[in-house]
């Protein structure tokens, strides 16, 4: 499985963390097919730098408005400010929605930011090939824009 993630999708996030350290920030990216096309950043409720807690209204939001976009949601974000990109015991004991890639963008390394994704099969993180692009007609819808709540 590949996730294809357009450059702005991934500056993006990369903003959003680099904001909000040395807490974790979060969201959902939406698409189709492993393609992202809408980008959302939610709060962090738990105003963490170790875990973190989506709203629920923001949640119902997003989903609300991916769908409205002919979207699902593909995968959910957050950062680690200080430790590398790979699931924590937190975020595998909090890792319960099906069918989605779990991203983690860490900021362990300031000048080198990496970005991981994983799925979830049997309890087991999996890795999950990321592939960062330049949007264009060929790899993204250009009617969708990327929002953040």
Known sequence: MT??????????????????????????????????????????????????????????????DMRGKGARMLAIWHSHPATPARMSEEDLRLAYTPDVVYLIVSLADPDQPDLRGYVMQDGTPVPVDIAVHAADTEQSDPSTESTAT
Do not use: W
Request: negative net charge; glycine residues 8%; proline residues 5%.
């Open 3 to 64: 996730l294809s993630i357009p450059h702005h999708i991934c500056d993006a996030m990369l903003a959003v963390s680099r904001r909000a350290a040395p807490l974790e920030a979060c969201g959902v990216l939406g698409g189709r097919e492993g393609q992202v096309t809408v980008f959302h950043e939610l709060t962090n409720a738990d105003a963490s730098g170790e875990h973190y807690n989506m709203l629920p209204k923001e949640q119902f939001d997003a989903i609300k």
